[in-house]
């Protein structure tokens, strides 16, 4: 089993491989497109801001491998702000176009609660889809964002949680994938998620 995290210089890379090896998988980091276009399984890790974020993968040329690896169908995980970068669009410190992979937009919280939402929140699963085999409802997750998704089609929401408005936490459609929380720091509940992408 093997796997290519994306490095783009915008995520908490070691965290991710170790959980990925923790799994059993054989984890690949790199920034180069070439090896992006031929993965088999890939990972869009990511924390900062969203518009940094794009313009670094513009940067690096990764843009057009990871939309090309999609309609190839390669499995992509997208994880936190990864996640976020697979919508159309971000109103996080201004607009920003992201990869368009999946239609909607991402926006601030707008709840009385403390913004960024930081800790463990339930995540209540609404959709089946292999990614979430064996995963039951209710479950805990590590949280750490100000930020989330509003997709365009409720089709791609799998999970939500409530933080002041509920707001989805994995979405996915086919092969493409993913998970506002941090499934690396969520103990065996991330690492199930994360075993399950493995056996796509």
Known sequence: ?????????????????????????????????????????????????????????????????????????????????GLQLLFEESEELGHHRGLGIFPGRVERFRVELKVPHIGWNQVRVVRSHPLLAGFPTGQYAYFVHSYHVRPADPELILAVTEYGVEFPCICGRDHVMGIQFHPEKSQEVGLLLLRNFMSL
């Open 1 to 81: 089993m093997s796997v290519v995290i994306v490095d783009y210089g915008a995520g908490n890379l070691r965290s991710v491989q170790k959980a990925f090896e923790a799994v059993g998988a054989a984890v690949t980091v790199t920034g180069d497109p070439e090896r992006v276009r031929q993965a088999r399984k890939l990972v869009l890790p990511g924390v900062g801001a969203f518009g940094e974020a794009m313009a670094r993968l513009q940067a690096k040329e990764l843009v057009e491998p990871l939309r090309k690896a999609v309609e190839r169908g390669t499995p992509l995980l997208g994880i936190c702000l």
